[in-house]
């Protein structure tokens, strides 16, 4: 199978917005105040994290998410936002919602600091894999046409 061809610009725009999202997400507007009560993190404990050493590798770590799923929407030739978004879910599934809650178990962490952070990733996967759909499809039905 060939490599498929990449919009670079859309695997930057949604490692972005999964970024973006993660700072509302952790924020107290959302779950940031649960996510701590259940790390057990403090404030003062945060504040210890250089945030460019955080943040940097947080966006490259999207960038890497985004570079996969783009494979896998092309594999799977997803064409529409439903498909974008059923890859997404079964790639979240497949591959983050089971190893965080193996993850969680071992650690004895309660079910619910998985429900926050799989909950995110689960945003991320069908958010991701809606946007590089629509942002590819031109892309990949050109290159299935020749």
């Known amino acids: ?10 695997v930057l725009v949604v490692a972005f917005v999964q970024f973006i999202l993660g700072a509302v997400w952790y924020s107290p507007i959302l779950f940031g105040n649960k996510w701590m009560q259940l790390t057990g ?4 404990m945060a504040s210890k994290i250089s945030p460019w050493k955080a943040y940097g590798l947080t966006f490259l770590a999207y960038l890497a998410l985004s570079w996969i799923l ?3 929407l092309s594999y799977a030739k997803a064409r529409t936002p439903m498909e974008g978004a059923m890859v997404g879910f079964w790639n979240w599934f497949g ?3 089971t190893i965080m809650g ?3 178990r071992y650690q004895l962490q309660p079910w619910a600091l998985w429900a926050v952070d799989s909950g995110y990733q689960l945003v991320n996967f069908i958010l991701g894999g809606i946007i590089l759909t629509m942002w590819h499809k031109k892309l ?3 290159e299935e046409a020749m």
């Open 41 to 44: 993190i403090t404030m003062e």
């Open 102 to 104: 193996i993850t969680n």
């Open 95 to 97: 591959f983050v919602a």
């Open 70 to 72: 783009v494979h896998a």
């Open 140 to 142: 990949w039905e050109e």
């Open 1 to 10: 199978m060939e490599r498929p061809k990449i919009n670079y610009v859309a």
